[in-house]
């Protein structure tokens, strides 16, 4: 059974950092890549980032770049987001997703991704 439990959520203040983690379960990650998504309230899920863990490469959206850093523990099964100098904005429902990616694909896009976490939250406030 395929399975991924997002951690690490909490409430920081602007500026401070947070790593969440998105545990794989039920299958390896070796062939697939993992994204993460947010949600904040009346808005859509957007792509913030995405790990093809096939070959390594790693995307990430402009409101977040050179902020959170994905990374990748194969023995642990595990993807982290490393997110920095965060902002209230960043505040949204995080969620990690898998999808073996096949052909031409959007790392970025939701609805590429066939496996979904339950989300944790991240509030930016002071």
């Known amino acids: 059974q395929v399975q991924l439990v997002e951690s690490g959520g909490g409430l920081v203040q602007p500026g401070e950092s947070l790593r969440l983690s998105c545990a794989a379960s039920?299958?390896?990650?070796?062939?697939?890549?993992i994204g993460w998504f947010r949600q904040a309230p009346r808005k859509e899920r957007e792509g913030v980032s995405c790990?093809?863990?096939?070959?390594?490469?790693?995307y990430y959206a402009d409101s977040v770049k050179d902020r959170f850093t994905i990374s990748r523990d194969n023995a642990k099964n595990t993807v982290y987001l490393q997110m920095n100098s965060l902002k209230p904005e960043d505040t949204a429902v995080y969620y990690c997703a898998a999808v073996m990616p096949r052909g031409y694909w959007s790392p970025l896009g939701a609805y590429e991704y066939d496996y979904w976490g339950q989300g944790t939250q991240v509030t930016v406030s002071s």
């Open positions: 039920g299958f390896t990650l070796d062939y697939y890549a």
């Open positions: 790990i093809n863990n096939s070959d390594g490469s790693t």
